[in-house]
């Protein structure tokens, strides 16, 4: 397969990159956080979004390399944007499960945040609820070796998966993300009103963080606002965009 023989060069030449979607808190309207979006710009195939190349990288394995790759990325550019003088954004970085499964994950991540100085209050990680929900008795313990290395963990696509409410309580979770396809609904439609609003006050009770995902109206992000969602991210304010837009947003709103 043509597009397997590039992937394996991707890393070593330097052809993955990641997008930043800004995160804004709601109650002030600032930029808070970004999380970072793989891309695969091939010399031979051109742009690539990560639906076009992740599933094959799950197939091959080539997803730990990149996964590892990302993480790493994540924190030379944070300590990057504190050089500049920028200031403290948290990013949020999406984990594989085949990536999280693997007996080096846990290791690999250590390593990378020893070779960044330690504590990263930063970084977040961002699992599905399959990932937490899979028939193993060490994710648990691999959740709070995460949370001991000082890393944040967010539940992504909230409310499309299986996950059982006592997950919630369970396993450390810092925050919930809101799925989009709820967002959509929002404000017109009953039945995602009243489940965005039964998340955000669950999420409330059990202590959560909130992000809610897909937001692209001046309309949602008001139910949201009056709902008392923390943040929100969506092309309303903007879709993941390279590095160097992504500093020109951020002085823009400063
Ligand atoms: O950026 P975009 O919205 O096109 O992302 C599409 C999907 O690809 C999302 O579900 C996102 O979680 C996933 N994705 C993006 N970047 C990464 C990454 O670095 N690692 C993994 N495992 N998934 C990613
Ligand atoms: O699964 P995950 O939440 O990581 O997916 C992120 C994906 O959502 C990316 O592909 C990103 O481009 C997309 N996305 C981000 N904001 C919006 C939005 O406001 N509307 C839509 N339709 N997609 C969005
Ligand atoms: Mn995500
Ligand atoms: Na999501």
Redesign the pocket.
Known sequence: LEMETYMHNAVANNELCLYY?PVMEVASGRLIGA?A?MRWESPQLGFL???DFIPLAEDNGLINQFGEWAIREVCRQHKAWQQLGLGNLAIAV?LSSLQFNQASFIPMVAGIIKEFGGNPTFLTF?LTESMIMADTDNILEKLNNLKDLGIKLAL??FGTGYSSLRYLNRFPLDTL?ID?SFVKGLPDNADAAAIVSAILAMAKALNLDTIA????TQQQKAFLQNTSCHAV????FS??IPVAEFHRYWEKQK
């Open positions: 979607q999380e979006l979004p990560p639906n999406n961002e992504d696509d993300k989009r995902e897909g937001v692209e991210q969506g092309f309303y879709k993941p």
